[in-house]
């Protein structure tokens, strides 16, 4: 029964994990990256496919995001996606491809990036631990079906708090080595 409560419990908290890379992927360092807006959701063509499977993105310099798009007659709607989205980007349309011009970061602003990975860290650790809530529950309402032993219930929750620190662990050392790469840049 343990065994099966982990099983099924690792995934979804390695996919959680997984998640909040990505998300940070989308906080801005201070140098271009593709990465930056590879995944935007654009609207074209009546379905809804990230940026990266439209357009092919590039980092020509330091400072600078290309967005070629393979069909021209998306660019507008790219263009107005990226000005419509939460990263606070001003595109340059010049009629055959998208250029993002991303100015240095203020210290103000590396602070205010700063919080924003540190709250999403925490609130990955939040998801965690509802994760590791739900199998705990799984867990004491197998012992009151006297599916498993009282010892085996502590085994459990055990290797649920080991788990548990393991992911809050990696959690920290992700939010740290992000910081570290801000600070730097």
Do not use: C
């Not at 890379?21 to 807006?37: D, N, Q, W, Y």
């Amino acid at each position: 029964m343990l065994d099966e409560v982990m099983k099924e419990l690792l995934p979804k908290m390695e996919e959680r994990l997984s998640r909040f890379t990505e998300e940070l992927k989308t906080i801005r360092v201070g140098k271009a990256e593709s990465s930056l807006v590879e995944n935007l959701p654009i609207t074209a063509y009546s379905t809804t496919l990230p940026l990266k499977q439209i357009a092919s993105i590039s980092t020509p310099t330091p400072n600078t995001i290309l967005i070629s798009p393979w069909d021209k007659s998306v660019l507008k709607t790219i263009e107005q996606s990226i000005r419509e989205s939460d990263l606070s980007l001003n595109p340059v349309n010049d009629g055959q491809v998208i250029k993002i011009f991303l100015p240095p970061l203020s210290r103000e602003r590396r602070e205010e990036l700063l919080k924003v990975v540190r709250r999403k860290g925490e609130e990955t650790k939040v998801a965690l631990r509802m994760l590791r809530q739900e199998a705990w529950q799984q867990i004491v309402k197998a012992e009151r079906e006297h599916q498993v032993s009282e010892d085996e219930r502590y085994r459990g929750e055990e290797e649920l708090n080991k788990t548990i620190e393991k992911f809050n662990r990696q959690i920290d050392e992700i939010v740290e080595r992000k910081e570290e790469e801000m600070m730097r840049v």
